[in-house]
């Protein structure tokens, strides 16, 4: 089965919702942060690396912040690490005939 890749853009949020995707943006980046200045712990999972959160993310995001900090070796320090979203955080709907 192919993969299949859909950018899109979040439709209208509300403020409320644009703080909390802030929020995960800044809790996404300290957190790969904190695992890059531990100097990149093997063998972590989204149960074993919530000691090095300062704050609550979903575990899809967790997992996905692991894969990109073990990706990225070269990086010193992330300014942004922008949450992943996937199928396990995200359901797509098909409306219409397009």
């Known amino acids: 089965m192919p993969t299949i890749t859909l950018r899109l853009r979040l439709h209208r949020p509300t403020q409320a919702k ?3 995707y802030r929020e ?3 809790r996404t980046t300290a957190f790969a942060n904190n695992l890059v200045a531990a100097e990149r712990p093997k063998g972590l999972t989204s149960r074993t690396a919530r000691a090095y959160l300062a704050g609550d993310l979903p575990s899809a995001v967790i997992n996905q912040a692991l894969r990109d900090v073990a990706a990225h070796r070269d990086v010193k320090t992330f300014r942004v690490l922008w949450p992943s979203f996937n199928n396990q ?3 797509l709907k098909k409306v219409g005939d397009f």
Request: aromatic share 0%; charged share 45%; proline share 0%.
């Open 89 to 91: 955080n995200l359901r």
């Open 18 to 20: 644009i703080r909390r």
């Open 24 to 26: 995960l943006v800044e």
